[in-house]
Every structure is written in structure tokens, then in C-alpha cells.
């Protein structure tokens, strides 16, 4: 079963840029689609984006234009490029397979502040 490792945050003034990493611990290359997630605090995970294989990539409404997914199959890695953050972008951020959730790794948090 492949999990994941998140890493890439830390704390960035609003307007600032980060580059998550979700390193998997096996191929991706047959993972039809993978996503990232976020979880604020006292809030229920929300998911952020998703890439599927073929490399279509959907974004919730209010990431769209500032967030970019991709995937490295050769690297059984996936990236999330962050852009114009805002702090209520502040969260853990976790990636996972959509189709088949495995258990959760620690995430990585993401604090925009000023």
C-alpha cells in the first residue's frame, strides 16, 4: 500500500510563494489521480486539488489561479505550487490518493502571516 509524505511548508508573509512535496513510498505511475488537502484549524479537511494520470487537474474555487498541481511519475513525487498566499490559506496540507484514501501522514503546515 503507497503512502505519503508531505513536506514544503512553513511560515510565508501574505503574497508569498511555497512549493509543497508529497513523496510516495512506491509507483504512482498506476495512481489514477492523486490530490492535496488542507485542514485549518477546527475545521473539517477540505480538498484542494486533484491530478489524475492523464494530467487533468481541478482546483477548488478559491485556490484557482494562485495554486498549480503536478505529479512527477519518474519521481513518485507531487508538487503543489502556491502563489499569492493568503492567510486563510493557513493549514496542515496532506496529499493522499482520492480512490483509495490510506493513512493519513502528518502533513505539512502552511502559516501565512504577516
Known amino acids: 500500500q503507497v503512502q505519503f509524505v508531505e513536506s514544503g511548508g512553513g511560515l510565508v508573509q501574505p503574497g508569498g510563494s511555497l512549493r509543497l512535496s508529497c513523496a510516495a513510498t512506491?509507483?504512482?505511475?498506476?495512481?489514477?489521480?492523486m490530490a492535496w488537502y488542507r485542514q485549518a484549524p477546527g475545521k473539517p479537511r477540505q480538498l484542494v486539488a486533484t491530478?489524475?494520470?492523464?494530467?487533468?487537474?481541478i482546483y477548488t474555487d478559491s485556490v484557482s489561479g494562485r495554486f498549480t498541481i503536478s505529479r512527477d511519475n519518474t519521481k513518485n513525487t507531487m508538487y503543489l505550487q502556491m502563489n499569492s498566499l493568503k492567510p486563510e490559506d493557513t493549514a496542515v496540507y496532506y496529499c493522499?490518493?482520492?480512490?483509495?484514501?490510506?493513512?493519513w501522514g502528518q502533513g505539512t503546515q502552511v502559516t501565512v502571516s504577516s
Open positions: 491530478i489524475t494520470r492523464p494530467g487533468t487537474k
Open positions: 493522499n490518493n482520492p480512490s483509495a484514501i490510506t493513512p
Open positions: 512506491g509507483s504512482i505511475s498506476s495512481i489514477s489521480a
